[in-house]
């Protein structure tokens, strides 16, 4: 059974850092894009960033650009996501998400067939 957790949500002071992990048990990673996504309380969910299945390409919503990171690491069967200088408006529930796909797509939710429930970020002070 394909499954995601996420992990390393945390609270966080405003130009703190996370690094949340996406795991994978059930499936290798290897042939699969991979989303962050998050949605903060009434709002829709948005994509934060994607990676090809090789971490040739990425892409990030131009909220993030330049704060955050997204790798992978196909041996553990782990994405990652490095979240530096977080700021209160990146206070959301963070999602991962996987499609098999060795191409490139649209970084949105609706590509996206399997998902993880869920980690926690807050920025406050």
């Known amino acids: 059974q394909l499954q995601l957790v996420e992990s390393g949500g945390d609270l966080v002071q405003p130009g703190g850092s996370l690094r949340l992990s996406c795991a994978a048990s059930?499936?290798?990673?290897?042939?699969?894009?991979i989303g962050w996504f998050r949605q903060a309380p009434g709002k829709e969910r948005e994509g934060v960033s994607c990676i090809n299945s090789n971490g040739g390409s990425t892409n990030y919503a131009d909220s993030v650009k330049g704060r955050f990171t997204i790798s992978r690491d196909n041996a553990k069967n782990t994405v990652y996501l490095q979240m530096n200088s977080l700021k209160p408006e990146d206070t959301a529930v963070y999602y991962c998400a996987a499609r098999f796909s060795l191409g490139q797509a649209k970084c949105v939710p609706s590509y996206f067939t399997s998902w993880g429930q869920g980690t926690q970020v807050t920025v406050s002070s």
């Open positions: 059930g499936f290798t990673l290897d042939y699969y894009r």
